[in-house]
């Protein structure tokens, strides 16, 4: 079964910096997009960034300039460097695979469970 895992969450203080890493398990051979999405209690999903199997990457305007996303496709990884972080970083993050092909076939949005990031000024 085809699973994403986050780590790297934790609580820190504004400017700091954290890394997620999220890791795909199961019998995978390709993954399209990968990427990290954010959810601010009361508030809907929002996309933080995405990489693309070629690593062609985009951020929102909030983020650029402090976050880097990377994968590791023999891994199976995608993890996120962020940098300055500050109170309205403060989510629950996800990681996600739009695409992947297993031995089994195609499947969509594939989601983790998340982990929190909590930046107290």
């Known amino acids: 079964q085809v699973q994403l895992t986050e780590s790297g969450g934790g609580q820190v203080q504004t400017g700091a910096s954290l890394r997620l890493s999220c890791q795909a398990s199961?019998?995978?051979?390709?993954?399209?997009?990968m990427g990290w999405f954010r959810r601010v209690q009361g508030q809907q999903r929002e996309l933080v960034a995405t990489i693309t199997s070629n690593s062609r990457t985009d951020y929102a305007d909030s983020v650029k300039g402090r976050f880097t996303i990377f994968r590791d496709d023999a891994k199976k990884t995608v993890s996120l460097r962020m940098n300055n972080l500050k109170p309205e970083d403060t989510a629950v993050y996800y990681c996600?695979?739009?695409?992947?092909?297993?031995?089994?076939?195609?499947?969509?949005?594939?989601w983790g469970r998340g982990t929190q990031v909590t930046v107290s000024s």
């Open positions: 996600n695979a739009d695409k992947l092909w297993t031995p089994r076939g195609v499947q969509f949005g594939v």
């Open positions: 199961g019998d995978i051979d390709r993954i399209n997009v």
